[in-house]
């Protein structure tokens, strides 16, 4: 189980809610941008708004079994703070005592405000400010702030994706969404259906499958296969790197050769997606008994890496199929009933207990109203720059990650040119910028990927272009260049100034309230 936080004192409420930066979010991405504001920009006043009561976001909310990291914690976590655990794919405890030790190392805390849900936030060009609504303990009062760093994510997170099954209000079990795991759920000798293919599922099954709670059967039960490859879960180089070198100095070389390989793998499904199909394909035979349908339960009807592909730790997903603890499924549902499950064939799949593993609701921008002078902003008509901001959003900048490699792993660079804004911002005496579109760059989703909860969301997420600034590319290298090594500005960055007086914000760099 992942622990609640219980460090992070109540903030305040006599000091004045105004900043330089507002940042929404206190998960991975959040407390990333709050230390990089820290130590990067020193006299710079922010705080964080984190809706929930716990610092960690996906870490603390999600508490299923076996809950953990697909990507490398290398990679997956900061490259100011080296990752020292021998486990390299990581449980979601981990992960968050890593998180918690980021705020206490960097005495973040004061900074942090939890159970603060921003409601909506309008720009006022007059006085280039944002005015931000935040309703805390019942009571809505105004922050005001420079800037809108937005860290909330990518999925709603008081809800997941559940479809409408048929017969589901007549089943007699239990039903239960990942996002929403009881803690009391008792699975001891009873039989469980996964419903879904995703990580989450992949998950899943191997932990239903152990310990005291053990479900005396799971059924992985999908519609469509999905690529799931067995890795070790932990780097052997890194190890011996960490040994010989320390911690520190090997953090590096281990960061940089983990994102070379996942770039390289991404390269590779991209132009010859053939290979890759037929490594996953040896690895699985490997790991299943002889004879085994691998065809049927893990061929996917589309090319490695147009959707995520699945990581198995050290294989301990095939391992539970292997010895028939598990089985996998690949059908259609025609409906539940009172004991189970009536698949499209006509089978019938008994269940006590039916857990929807079918995924997220994507929700950009925390579901913040967003308006400018007062006009709401719809971020359909908005296009991506530089991967971090929107047309027609002054002073707004969002997190956004990857999705064929860590999410996490494109805030340090976005990080990095937001600083170097500010600071030529700071050296020109302008207060606001805002990216001004251009009409004659093709648009397509700012999330170009084939997973069903993009495709779901597709008509309600901004746009990208055809050519950078505006594409977001899927290319750690492509970013770095442009947001680290390039020059800070060009010509689709407009600068202005407030044109009314405003009150001078903190000078000091703690804000509470």
Known sequence: MVPSDPQVPAPSTSARHEVDVLVVGAGLSGIGAARHLLVDRPGTTFAVLEARDAIGGTWDLFRYPGIRSDSDLHTFG?????????????????????????????????HLHLGHRVLAADFDSA????????????????????????????????????????????????VVHPQHWPGDLDLAGRRVVVIGSGATAVTLVPALTSGENAAAHVTMLQRTPTYVMPLPRRDRVALALKKLLGPERAHGIVRAKNIARGQWIWNLSRKRPGILRKVIRQANVAS???????????????????????????????????????????????????????????????????????GLEVQLMGGIELAVDGEPVDLREAMTYRSCMLTGLPNFIFAMGYTNQSWTLRLGLVCDWFVRLLEHMERTGHEAVVVEPDPAVAARSALDFDAGY????????????????????????????????????????????????????????????
């Open 127 to 174: 006085t280039a400010r944002w005015s931000v609504r935040v309703e805390a303990g019942g009571e809505v009062s105004t922050w005001r702030a420079r800037w809108l760093f937005c860290a909330a994510g990518y999925y709603r997170y008081d809800r997941g994706y559940a479809p409408e099954l048929a017969g589901l209000a007549e089943f007699g079990g239990e």
């Open 454 to 513: 993009v495709k779901r969301a597709a008509a309600s997420l901004p746009r990208q272009g055809d050519v950078r600034p505006w594409t977001v590319p899927m290319d750690f290298y492509a970013d770095r260049r442009l947001l680290t090594k390039g020059p800070v500005v060009d010509e689709h960055l407009r600068f202005f100034s407030a044109r009314t007086p405003v009150p001078s914000a903190p000078s000091h760099q703690e804000v509470t309230g």
């Open 288 to 358: 299943l008994p002889a004879g085994y349908p691998v065809d049927t339960h893990f061929k996917p009807p589309y090319g490695p890496w147009d959707q995520r592909l699945c990581a198995d730790p050290d294989g301990i997903f095939f391992a539970a199929v292997a010895s028939g603890r598990a089985d996998v499924v690949t059908d259609r549902i025609d409906r539940v009933t009172p004991s189970g499950i009536r698949l499209a064939s006509g089978a019938e799949l008994p269940a006590d207990v039916i857990i929807t593993a079918t």
């Open 78 to 110: 900061y490259a100011f703070k080296p990752w020292t655990d021998d486990d390299s794919i990581a449980d979601g405890d981990k992960i968050l005592d890593y998180l918690h030790e980021v705020v206490e190392e960097n005495d973040l805390a004061r």
